[in-house]
């Protein structure tokens, strides 16, 4: 009798329902869940009771440092060692007219995601920390206690990151204090997913012998996609499926079953459609429906194949202005549509020697990002629709794996009129070298030469030595980016 009331008991039934959740995930993650806010990029509590916070003085990757081998570790206490990121170059106003602008070197592990909105630009990487930038310094930071970061878009204040541990993590600036970001929502949101757990139906076979609710992604998101009319986040994962999220509530609304490998990239477009691409080699077209259900579900059904080939798609942007659909791939190439004409293909830009990681479209410019370490710009004429390469930005020790592009807010000094250049970009690169550097570019400008950084570049701030960092030193280990050199020898098809 004594047994069974203890079988029975609430504690019991407690850890059962507890062992259950955490056995859900088939990847591995911590048992706790990170803090609620944190402040200029530490928590408001005790480091004691957050040990998977991971600081410059406790990096991730067990490869060789170039802060360890470069002549500017400091061998005691300074200013340096107080941030995990060095600035390195000048301002907007002070810096060239094409070209680098400046570096942001992290100590924090490789970078795999950035977005800009207004002012201020949002880093993650394989720290689980996200740092936000404000005029080249660092401004503020928060972080997550598991899953790197893979993914972040941002939409009306809310900064939506997608990790490696198969969540989607929802942030939010206070409104007290901009320097103070809390996490309001995780996806699917707890409640969600007990109700959806207690259904049978509710389950879907992602392995043999073994299954999970259907409403929560069992392996890393790899990328998100807002569309902000319709109010709906879309997220793809390496388990093969794209899930569709409503902005108001968080509720996940649909889980489709995109590709038959890693979806690597989502993009949304105008009218509906969607565009998603994975490492089976296939950029699909989706047309989303609302369906008459009293919830407002939606339906996407797959209208178009638009490529079918052996080169695994990496990444996907849609111009919304000249209505053309870009699509990078592990060969190198980037390869378009025309919506407007029914999907016409239009040809492949072809800049880079190995496979292009990452897409970003603004204005009349497309840049690309490889793991040849450079940056492509190419430039759409707006007679007849050819592409002219502009430039190649090189400077990045290491592959380039996000991109993105925004119109430039700063006036250039005196001495040089950027106005006759025409429209003006600012472009930001984030690499597995651990660095962010943060280029310039016009639209008019005439074709140029590779514009490059690997001339020393001197520390800027006021009563510090002139000192830099020499290319190439300490990223060329066994566990840095030289995994992604060879990309088709190694086989990996997921980004």
């Known amino acids: 009798m004594t047994n069974l009331k203890e079988k029975n008991s609430p504690r019991r039934l407690k850890n059962k329902l507890i062992n259950l959740f955490r056995a859900e995930p088939i990847i591995p993650q911590s048992n706790s869940e990170e803090d609620d806010s944190t402040h200029n990029g530490f928590s408001t509590s005790s480091s004691t009771a957050s040990p998977d916070y991971l600081s410059d003085m406790n990096p991730p990757s067990t490869s060789p440092s170039p802060y360890n081998l470069s002549p500017w570790n400091p061998t005691m206490p300074s200013p340096f060692t107080k941030s995990p990121w060095v600035t390195y170059g000048g301002f907007f106003d002070e810096g060239p007219s094409t070209g680098l602008v400046g570096s942001l070197v992290r100590e924090e592990g490789h970078v795999y995601s950035l977005a800009a909105s207004d002012d201020l630009l949002f880093t993650g990487s394989e720290s689980k920390n996200i740092r936000v930038w404000k005029n080249q310094h660092e401004f503020t930071g928060f972080k997550c206690s598991s899953g790197f970061v893979k993914a972040m878009v941002i939409s009306n204040g809310k900064i939506f990151t997608g990790h490696q541990d198969g969540k989607i993590r929802v942030w939010k600036v206070s409104p007290k204090d901009p320097t103070v970001y809390k996490r309001v929502a995780s996806l699917p949101l707890m409640k969600d997913f007990i109700k959806s757990s207690i259904n049978p139906s509710n389950y879907v076979e992602v392995r043999r012998h073994r299954n999970t609710v259907w409403i929560r992604h069992f392996d890393a998101v790899s990328c998100l996609s807002l569309d902000e009319e319709a109010g709906l986040l879309y997220s793809g994962s390496w388990d093969k499926t794209v899930k569709v999220w409503r902005l108001s509530d968080f509720k996940c609304l649909e889980s489709i079953k995109a590709h038959d490998d890693a979806v690597n990239t989502v993009a949304v477009g105008s009218d509906g459609l969607v565009f998603t691409g994975s490492a089976d080699g296939t950029v699909k077209v989706w047309r989303r429906e609302m369906t008459k259900s009293k919830g407002g579900d939606t339906r996407h059904m797959a209208v178009r194949t638009l490529l079918q080939g052996e ?129 310039r570019v016009a639209e008019d400008m005439e074709p140029q030469l590779e514009l490059n950084s690997r001339t020393p570049t001197h520390v800027t701030g006021a009563g510090r030595s002139p000192l830099y960092v020499p290319a190439g030193t300490g990223t060329d280990g066994p566990n840095g980016w030289d995994l992604l050199r060879n990309w088709k020898e190694h086989g990996n098809k997921r980004v």
């Open 311 to 439: 080169c695994a798609v990496t990444s996907i942007a849609v111009s919304a202005e000249s209505g053309i659909v870009y699509a990078g791939s592990s060969d190198g190439k980037v390869n378009y549509w025309d919506m407007n004409r029914r999907f016409a293909y239009g040809g492949a830009l072809r800049g880079h020697k190995m496979a292009v990681l990452c897409l970003a479209v603004s204005g009349r410019l497309v840049v690309s990002g490889s793991a040849d370490k450079s940056l492509c710009v190419w430039r759409r004429e707006e007679k007849g629709g050819a592409h002219t390469k502009v430039t190649s930005l090189t400077g990045h020790e290491g592959p380039v794996k996000c991109v993105a592009v925004e119109e430039e807010k700063y006036q250039v000094g005196s001495g040089f009129n950027f106005r006759d250049w025409g429209q003006k970009w600012v472009v930001y690169s984030g690499s597995l070298d651990r660095s962010v550097k943060v280029w």
